[in-house]
């Protein structure tokens, strides 16, 4: 199962859970730098796979914002979850979203993302553009990270927007369109969810 259908949405939806425990400046632009470089040698190293994936997922964990993501991607039908139900999403999802990075960002091994500029929206947000460089398989990407500093002490990404498209916003339509297509029954998602985590 793969509720991200486009390949390089793919690609850099691994690439938004490297945001790196290493990186010590609390500056947006210089956070998002930082994790490239600290990612790319993760990536080439020679460790083992088993190695580098848990390492992937211990950076995501404390540097994503995954609950954050996850209730959003609920939209309006986390309003129908009480907080047991809400807790068994957050852990639901969080597993599906580590697990599905790890396994797909651990086989490149060239990304090479070149930093651009920032822009800071309010006390709360900053875009940081960014570039996926071309190789001869692919083209060149374009890569906002939109960085989370209500704690401007502890930055988090909230999401990443390639060639103008939101990656939590495809996420979310695309979890609606699983509950949509149960008649509206939230537990298909939750199904779903539970069928690609046990994989």
Known sequence: MSFVKLEKFI????????????????????????????????????QSEDLKIDKLKKIATENVDINGIGLY???????????DLKKEYNEL??????????NRLVQYKEAKIEIISEDKKSEKYTI?????????????????????TKNPERPLIRDLIIEDLSL?????EEFNSVIQ?????????????KEFNNQ
């Open 93 to 102: 999802f969080k597993e599906y979203f580590l697990k599905s990075f790890a």
């Open 181 to 193: 297509g149960a008649d509206g029954n939230i537990d298909a998602l939750f199904s779903k969810l």
């Open 128 to 148: 940081v553009s960014s570039v996926l460089n071309a190789t001869k398989d692919r083209p060149e990407i374009k890569i906002d990270w939109r960085v989370y």
């Open 168 to 172: 939590a916003r495809t996420q979310k």
């Open 73 to 83: 991607t609920l939209g309006k039908h986390r309003k129908t979850l009480n907080d």
């Open 11 to 46: 690609l850099v939806a691994i690439f938004i859970c490297s945001q790196i425990t290493y990186a010590h400046s609390t500056q947006p632009i210089k956070f998002i730098d930082t994790l490239v470089s600290e990612t790319t040698l993760i990536l080439s190293s020679n």
